[in-house]
């Protein structure tokens, strides 16, 4: 299981107690509707599973969670400052009005000109615009996301339909 496969809902913040339990700051909205029996931990670079034995939500983004064989202080410990994944197969759909450009994450990006850029890895937010990263050409590459460069998305088969600026790529691939 690679990151691409999943979805991140938050992460380990620290131990509490002593008996394995872990107090998690969750960022994804709506992770209390999901049911779910595994987690994927990031460590190392890998997403590895554990078994949920349970779970209960504080308020909005605070949850305690208990992973069967972490029972104690030592091993929640390791555990501390991870991400927590769940299977892209149990992320909810969005409605098509709550649907974002920062949802376009994971869609294939293809240029009317260029063909296919690649899957967008990343979409930021800065004061003047919404970028998105690609890899193109095993270089990345950021291109606004704005209504003179989309030129269509297709939700359904997840892709983004672009005409990027004259010359854009040339600048990274150069």
Do not use: W
Not at 56 to 79: G, M, R
Not at 132 to 151: D, M, Q, R, S, W
């Amino acid at each position: 299981m690679t990151t691409e496969d999943c979805f991140r809902i938050g992460s380990i913040l620290k131990p509490k107690g002593l008996k394995g339990e872990l107090h998690i700051y969750v960022d994804f909205d709506g992770v209390e509707n999901i049911k779910f029996k595994t987690v994927f931990i990031e460590t190392a670079g890998k997403l590895v599973p554990y078994f949920v034995a349970s779970i209960k939500y504080l308020q909005k983004n605070a949850a305690y969670l208990f992973l069967e064989d972490v029972d104690t202080i030592e091993k929640a410990s390791t555990l501390a400052k991870k991400d927590i994944y769940l299977p892209n197969k149990l992320k909810p759909k969005k409605k098509e009005a709550e649907f974002t450009l920062f949802d376009l994450v994971g869609f294939t990006a293809i240029d009317d000109y260029e063909g296919e850029l690649g899957k967008i890895t990343d979409v930021q937010e800065y004061p003047q615009q919404i970028l998105a990263t690609v890899t193109y050409k095993n270089c990345e590459v950021l291109f606004p996301l704005n209504e003179e460069i989309i030129k269509g998305i297709d939700v359904v088969k997840e892709i983004v339909r672009v005409d990027l600026p004259e010359g854009l790529l040339d600048i990274y691939l150069d």
